[in-house]
């Protein structure tokens, strides 16, 4: 093995060892963990298939060996589409991320903001997202920008809900603390409430990351010419076992973002995984 | 010197007022010692809180070196019941944090006062790997971090079991008469006003009014808790609480 490909194994698995060392788990154990959780899913996916194709006397559902051959098969296409979904889905994360995280952090410990910007966020919260990917495609027309829009004003609530409930609890101590030691307003966001919502935020993300998928998917089959919901969409009807390809690949970009974000929950939250003293 | 004149302290809207403090007078003497002891909520640390400027009396005046107190001071330092540490920072991160809010970490840091109180092997620690003791000696680094002319002291020992108490009671007096800075401590314990006061008031129900006030002239020495004379304030301080 080259150090170049060594050291991508090791970047690759940066995310696992770091989820393992939260746990406080070997390497192998955690990798052991995944790969068990991995067989069972094929295992009721293999049953489930048998069932599902002996009751219907079709080939409805493929079993996992028939859609894992094509992903290896099918590797350098869904690579592109894989790619072409990351990119959208990354920056609908950060766009929710730069939107979400300073309006709900100001909004839950500003009082005069949070009586009339509250309701408003009430209001618009109930309205299903999906209902405005039509608008989008009007402002911004058929392509990632809209895509990107669409993802992010999914994920912007949730963290912007999660993000001012954590701020609005915050141990009032901690602010004390601080402000009797001099602290300007600003600084009170920087060394305390930033830093202490910081987990709630990731687990909104971590929650949201689902949804965020669900409606990638749901706009890429709508008005895109590639991503991964676009070639699942594609193969649906005449080539389920592509489909199904389609679909791990798929399932595979959303572990990747659950570990890299328990990765930087381990970098930015280093403190919630300490050792505790009895 | 600090100078509390008829403070007065109110929350809430007109139509719901709660009095938290009503016409409390003092005045101390820099490098002094002052103890405010009273029941649960009954007002004493509104009392501090005013004087640390994070409230605004309702009334009355809080000055300290002859200067109003209107917010937060650089010469003022609050520690506060839990030590007041941020979960987040490490030992060194938060024994720095109020010079670094001033500006002037990196110039100045506490590394001097963290080794002196036996912390500058857990520097990078944070909070939660700690004892309540070492967390209570890091809250302590931070107040001293600044060089203070005042201490105060909400309750900075509550919910530590008898022997820490005793030994950081001991830790505040040897810094108290090291630095000479004026200590205002708040506390419902009998013994650690005894211990540490050279002046201690003694605070009504809420709202807050100064029962009595016991002077404690011969307080300053580690071994005062076994004196006679020890025994006899906090006898003074339990009659005049119970009163």
Same mark, same amino acid.
């Given at each position: 093995?080259?150090? !170049?490909?060594?050291?991508?194994?090791?970047?690759?698995?940066?995310?696992?060892? %770091?989820?393992?060392?939260?746990?406080?788990?070997?390497?192998?154990?955690?990798?052991?963990?995944? /790969?068990?959780?991995?067989?069972?899913?094929?295992?009721?996916?293999?049953?489930?298939?048998?069932?599902?194709?002996?009751?219907?006397?079709?080939?409805?559902?493929?079993?996992?060996?028939?859609?894992? #051959?094509? /992903?290896?098969?099918? %590797?350098?296409?869904?690579?592109?589409?894989?790619?072409?979904?990351?990119?959208?889905?990354?920056?609908?994360?950060?766009?929710?991320?730069?939107?979400?995280?300073?309006?709900?952090?100001?909004?839950?410990? +500003?009082?005069?903001?949070?009586?009339?910007?509250?309701?408003?966020?009430?209001?618009?919260?109930?309205?299903?997202?999906?209902?405005?990917?039509?608008?989008?495609?009007?402002?911004?027309? =058929?392509?990632?920008?809209?895509?990107?829009?669409?993802?992010?004003?999914?994920?912007?609530?949730?963290?912007?809900?999660?993000?001012?409930?954590?701020?609005?609890?915050?141990?009032?101590?901690?602010?004390?603390?601080?402000?009797?030691?001099? *602290?300007?307003?600003?600084?009170?966001? $920087?060394?305390?409430?930033?830093?202490?919502?910081?987990?709630?935020?990731?687990?909104?993300?971590?929650?949201?990351?689902?949804?965020?998928? &669900?409606?990638?998917?749901?706009?890429?089959?709508?008005?895109?010419?590639?991503?991964?919901?676009?070639?699942?969409?594609?193969?649906?009807?005449?080539?389920?076992?592509? &489909?199904?390809?389609?679909?791990?690949?798929?399932? /595979?970009?959303?572990?990747?973002?659950?570990?890299?974000?328990?990765?930087?929950?381990?970098?930015?939250?280093?403190?919630?995984?300490?050792?505790?003293?009895? | 010197?600090? +100078?509390?004149?008829?403070?007065?302290?109110?929350?809430?809207? %007109?139509?719901?007022?709660?009095?938290?403090?009503?016409?409390?007078?003092?005045?101390?003497?820099?490098?002094?010692?002052? *103890?405010?002891?009273?029941? #649960?909520?009954?007002?004493?640390?509104?009392?501090?809180?005013?004087? =640390?400027?994070?409230?605004?009396?309702?009334?009355?005046?809080?000055?300290?070196?002859?200067?109003?107190?209107?917010?937060?001071?650089?010469?003022?330092?609050?520690?506060?019941?839990?030590?007041?540490?941020?979960?987040?920072?490490?030992?060194?991160?938060?024994?720095?944090?109020?010079?670094?809010?001033?500006?002037?970490?990196?110039?100045?840091?506490?590394?001097?006062?963290?080794?002196?109180?036996?912390?500058?092997?857990? $520097?990078?620690?944070?909070? %939660?790997?700690?004892? +309540?003791?070492?967390?209570?000696?890091?809250?302590?680094?931070?107040?001293? #971090?600044?060089?203070?002319?005042?201490?105060?002291?909400?309750?900075?020992?509550?919910?530590?079991?008898?022997?820490?108490?005793?030994?950081?009671?001991?830790?505040?007096?040897?810094?108290?008469?090291?630095?000479?800075?004026?200590?205002?401590?708040?506390?419902?314990? @009998?013994?650690? =006003?005894?211990?540490?006061?050279?002046?201690? @008031?003694?605070?009504? +129900?809420?709202?807050?009014?100064?029962?009595?006030?016991?002077?404690?002239?011969?307080?300053? !020495?580690?071994?005062?808790?076994?004196?006679?004379?020890?025994?006899?304030?906090?006898?003074?301080?339990?009659?005049?609480?119970?009163?």
């Amino acid at each position: 093995m080259t150090a !170049d490909r060594k050291s991508r194994m090791r970047a690759m698995l940066e995310p696992i060892r %770091a989820s393992a060392r939260f746990e406080k788990k070997t390497l192998a154990q955690q990798v052991l963990t995944y /790969v068990v959780s991995f067989c069972i899913l094929l295992l009721i996916w293999q049953i489930a298939s048998m069932v599902i194709n002996a009751m219907s006397h079709n080939e409805l559902l493929p079993g996992p060996y028939r859609a894992l #051959s094509q /992903v290896v098969k099918n %590797a350098a296409e869904l690579r592109r589409h894989f790619a072409a979904s990351a990119l959208r889905l990354v920056a609908a994360i950060a766009t929710a991320l730069f939107v979400a995280v300073p309006l709900g952090l100001v909004v839950g410990r +500003e009082r005069l903001l949070d009586r009339f910007l509250s309701p408003m966020l009430y209001i618009t919260y109930p309205i299903p997202q999906v209902a405005l990917i039509l608008v989008l495609f009007i402002i911004f027309g =058929a392509g990632n920008v809209t895509m990107v829009a669409m993802v992010a004003l999914v994920l912007v609530f949730q963290i912007l809900m999660s993000a001012r409930g954590a701020a609005k609890n915050l141990d009032e101590d901690h602010i004390t603390s601080v402000v009797s030691a001099g *602290a300007s307003r600003w600084q009170v966001y $920087r060394h305390v409430v930033l830093p202490a919502t910081i987990p709630d935020i990731l687990t909104s993300l971590r929650v949201s990351i689902g949804l965020g998928v &669900a409606f990638l998917y749901i706009a890429e089959t709508t008005i895109m010419s590639n991503g991964l919901g676009f070639y699942i969409k594609k193969h649906m009807l005449f080539a389920r076992d592509l &489909a199904f390809a389609g679909i791990i690949t798929l399932a /595979v970009l959303g572990l990747i973002l659950y570990l890299a974000i328990d990765a930087l929950e381990h970098i930015l939250c280093r403190w919630k995984h300490v050792r505790r003293k009895p | 010197m600090i +100078e509390v004149a008829s403070l007065t302290i109110e929350y809430g809207r %007109a139509d719901r007022m709660i009095r938290a403090v009503e016409g409390v007078d003092f005045s101390l003497e820099a490098g002094r010692s002052l *103890a405010l002891i009273g029941p #649960s909520g009954c007002g004493k640390t509104s009392v501090l809180f005013a004087l =640390a400027g994070l409230l605004t009396p309702g009334a009355g005046a809080v000055r300290i070196g002859g200067t109003p107190v209107s917010g937060p001071r650089r010469d003022v330092a609050l520690i506060l019941q839990n030590a007041g540490l941020l979960p987040w920072k490490t030992v060194w991160q938060n024994a720095n944090l109020s010079l670094v809010l001033h500006g002037d970490y990196p110039a100045r840091d506490a590394g001097a006062i963290l080794d002196s109180l036996g912390l500058g092997t857990v $520097r990078t620690r944070y909070p %939660a790997e700690l004892s +309540e003791g070492m967390k209570r000696r890091v809250g302590i680094a931070r107040a001293l #971090s600044t060089s203070p002319e005042v201490m105060l002291m909400d309750e900075p020992l509550a919910s530590l079991d008898t022997l820490t108490r005793e030994r950081i009671q001991d830790l505040f007096l040897t810094l108290w008469r090291r630095y000479r800075f004026s200590l205002v401590l708040v506390t419902h314990d @009998i013994e650690e =006003a005894a211990f540490l006061g050279q002046e201690i @008031i003694v605070l009504t +129900e809420r709202p807050a009014q100064i029962k009595s006030v016991v002077a404690n002239p011969e307080m300053g !020495d580690r071994r005062y808790r076994e004196s006679e004379a020890f025994r006899r304030v906090a006898t003074q301080l339990r009659e005049a609480l119970q009163a």
